[in-house]
């Protein structure tokens, strides 16, 4: 569960670049419910994906050349362009630099070291996230990687994220993540918003390459995965028990974006 949207470094939104809006919000309405709606003609046809009111995502076509749909998540920071200098120290690549969005607030996009694509959100009027960690909503976050060390150390250089490593078997590590400044550390009871796993060779052979993924709540693992293969998605992992975590499933959209959903054992 994400605890740490209103901390420097936190999760705190979440957005959806697709070919075809209108259908990518059919989709999405009819597995989580949720409603469109937009940001205003001057917003290019960028819209907020609210359930019952309250956003939980937003969503709009892709803007940048040769790019494939995908779910970008970004992270609170109280200064945009501090972070800007922080990536390129660290090693990481500048995608679009801090730019005002109206009076809303100031993002920017990056790519890390090892190839995932990510934004920070330094807010305005719009601070984050209505809607966390509730059945339709966000609940987690994670980044399959071709490079496990290389992550850990830029995020925790450009994010001040605090992580603690946890064996999975088979010589696995999960690393769980969280911003500094809470209660604890990341995964021990303290602050965290999702986790980093090193993608297997076999991975890496197949030509997997590192993204984020949000995992969204649901009340029902497998009744979503039948309703997501209905809506068009296709199954990557079908549904499955993680102990300690809950019951979770992961697809691919009817456009190619990647995501998960997840029943959470806290639930």
């Known amino acids: 569960m994400l ?15 697709t070919p075809d809006v209108a259908a990518a919000g059919a989709f999405y309405r ?68 801090p730019a005002e969005v109206f009076t809303a607030g100031r993002m920017a996009g990056f790519t890390d070291p090892t190839g995932a694509e990510f934004a920070v959100w330094e807010p305005r009027d719009t601070d984050g996230l209505d809607l966390v960690n509730e059945p339709g909503s966000v609940s987690w976050i994670e980044l399959y990687t071709t490079d496990g060390a290389a992550a850990r150390k830029f995020y925790g250089s450009v994010l001040a994220w605090e992580s603690t ?16 400044g809470g209660e604890g550390n990341a995964g021990g009871g303290g602050t965290a918003h999702g986790g980093i796993l090193q993608l297997q060779q076999v991975h890496l052979d197949a030509g997997s390459t590192s993204e984020w993924h949000p995992y969204f709540e649901v009340e029902d693992c497998d009744a979503a995965l ?42």
Do not use: C, H
């Not at 907020?48 to 920071?77: C, M």
């Open 30 to 97: 009819g597995l989580f419910g949720w409603e469109f709606a937009s940001a205003g003609p001057e917003a290019g046809g960028y819209g907020f994906l609210r359930k019952d009111g309250r956003t939980v995502a937003a969503v709009g076509p892709l803007t940048e050349e040769g790019a494939s749909s995908a779910w970008t998540v970004y992270f609170r920071t109280t200064d945009a362009a501090a972070t800007t200098r922080a990536v390129e120290a660290a090693g990481g690549v500048v995608r679009f630099p």
């Open 165 to 180: 490593d946890r064996p999975m078997g088979g010589g696995l590590v999960y690393t769980i993540v969280g911003p500094a």
């Open 226 to 267: 039948v309703r997501a293969r209905e809506l068009g998605a296709t199954v990557i992992i079908p549904a499955m028990d993680a102990e300690g975590v809950g019951r979770l499933a992961m697809f691919l959209d009817p456009f190619g974006a990647p995501f998960a959903v997840l029943r959470s054992a806290t639930r």
């Open 3 to 17: 605890t740490s949207t209103q901390l420097p470094g936190g999760l705190n939104w979440l957005d959806l670049g």
